[in-house]
Nanobody, 116 residues
């Protein structure tokens, strides 16, 4: 059974840092990524990383502040979030692709709240 389990969310002050983790089980994935959804807004892409090459891609809104990484031995992906802003407040979701195309699997989400 494939599962993605996020952890590491919480409440942090403006300018602070958090690190999110997503532990995958059941298989390895072609791509793993992070999305977020703020109240009243659509879910948006944050970052993603490939399994084999470790190539990364970021949304413009987080470039230079967030860093995605993965530990293939643990089948886990991380999102280091620095210089957090109130507008980063959202539920953050881990997602994974088994092949080229849409994301096949999603985690349950973890809340990140940045106070001003």
């Amino acid at each position: 059974q494939v599962q993605l389990v996020e952890s590491g969310g919480g409440l942090v002050q403006h300018g602070g840092s958090l690190r999110l983790s997503c532990a995958a089980s059941g298989r390895t994935f072609f791509i793993m990524g992070w999305f977020r959804q703020a109240p009243g807004k659509e879910r948006e892409f944050v970052a993603r990383i490939s399994y084999s090459e470790g190539s990364t891609l970021y949304a413009d809104s987080v470039k230079g502040r967030f860093a995605i990484s993965r530990d293939n031995a643990k089948n886990t992906v991380y999102l280091q979030m620095n210089s957090l802003k109130p507008e980063d407040t959202a539920v953050y979701y881990c997602a994974a692709k088994a092949r080229v195309g849409s994301y096949d699997y999603w985690g349950q989400g973890t809340q990140v709240t940045v106070s001003s």
